[in-house]
């Protein structure tokens, strides 16, 4: 290792710390601007692990992916924790730094949307906001073409020998996944049964772990905003607080919340 590496080379702080650039006098920018860099870095992280999570699952390699779940729950944990951070932040002090946010707006995170595609939460729809910067553009289509990490877990229940439909093995991975009874089924016998499918059980679980943080980020997400700037319209042109109640709705793993009730 070379001698000339510091703790601000190695982790190229200089330019880190030098990537906040309010656009005002007010004193809030640098919360506003903070909070939303280092949800990006956590993001950036989390693609990270699922990606690789995903290449284990599809090897039936599913040890070393339940670590790389389980690290990005954590890191969906800091996720969460930052909007306890923001909502310090009054209607009057947001009121400062919005005329200088232009049309600009979190609905535009790149890393966000592949992370919602990794998934399964996948609307082809969603990249029309990001053609300005063709290479995120592509990046997002050809996400849309590979198995999400759902449909990869749902690949491996049918190799393992769980009996799932053709129709639901072959469908458009473009496409949001529907909720299929079959599937519901297999995962039902793998949760009355989890000596018998542990390691298949434990996937389960990580998974819901998944969903539960993304859900509870999405939940900070609506009280923060409602908090900070009531019913008004998203920077970007979103509703707002209920376009974020709507998507609250919206399940990445159907059949591992219904199979709850047909336990």
């Known amino acids: 290792m070379s001698s000339d590496v510091t703790y601000s080379s190695y982790l190229d702080l200089d330019r880190i710390l030098a990537a906040q650039h309010p656009a005002s006098d007010a004193h809030d920018e640098m919360?506003?601007?903070?909070?939303?860099?280092a949800s990006e870095l956590w993001l950036k992280l989390?693609?990270?692990?699922?990606?690789?999570?995903?290449?284990?699952?599809?090897?039936?390699?599913?040890?070393?992916?339940?670590?790389?779940?389980?690290?990005?729950?954590?890191?969906?944990?800091?996720l969460i924790q930052s909007w306890?951070?923001?909502?310090?932040?009054?209607?009057?002090?947001?009121?400062?730094?919005?005329p200088h946010l232009g049309g600009s707006s979190g609905f535009q995170s790149a890393q966000y949307r592949m992370m919602e595609f990794l998934l399964g939460g996948r609307n082809p729809d969603m990249i029309t906001m990001h053609e300005a910067t063709p290479e995120v553009a592509a990046g997002?289509?050809?996400?849309l073409a590979r198995k999400s990490i759902y449909a990869e877990a749902i690949d491996l229940l049918a190799r393992r020998g769980f009996d799932i439909p053709a129709e639901v093995l072959d469908r458009d991975?473009?496409?949001?996944?529907?909720?299929?009874?079959?599937v519901e089924a297999a995962w039902a016998k793998i949760y009355r049964?989890?000596?018998?499918?542990?390691?298949?059980?434990?996937?389960?679980?990580k998974l819901v772990d998944l969903e539960y943080h993304f859900?509870?980020?999405r939940f900070g997400h609506l009280k923060t905003v409602e908090r900070i700037i009531g019913f008004k319209k998203?920077?970007?042109g979103t509703p707002g607080v209920p376009y974020l109640a709507g998507v609250l709705k919206a399940a990445f793993f159907p059949e591992l919340l219904s199979v709850r009730t047909a336990l």
């Not at 951070?85 to 400062?96: A, F, G, I, N």
């Not at 997002?140 to 996400?143: A, C, M, N």
């Open 84 to 98: 306890d951070v923001l909502s310090t932040m009054t209607p009057h002090d947001y009121s400062t730094i919005r």
């Open 234 to 236: 998203g920077t970007g």
């Open 173 to 182: 991975h473009a496409a949001t996944w529907e909720h299929s009874p079959a």
């Open 193 to 205: 049964d989890p000596k018998e499918y542990w390691d298949l059980y434990e996937l389960a679980e």
């Open 31 to 37: 919360l506003f601007i903070i909070v939303h860099q």
């Open 140 to 143: 997002l289509r050809e996400e």
């Open 46 to 78: 989390c693609l990270h692990e699922l990606l690789e999570a995903r290449e284990c699952i599809r090897e039936d390699r599913l040890r070393p992916s339940f670590k790389m779940l389980a690290r990005v729950a954590r890191a969906q944990g800091q």
């Open 215 to 217: 859900q509870r980020w």
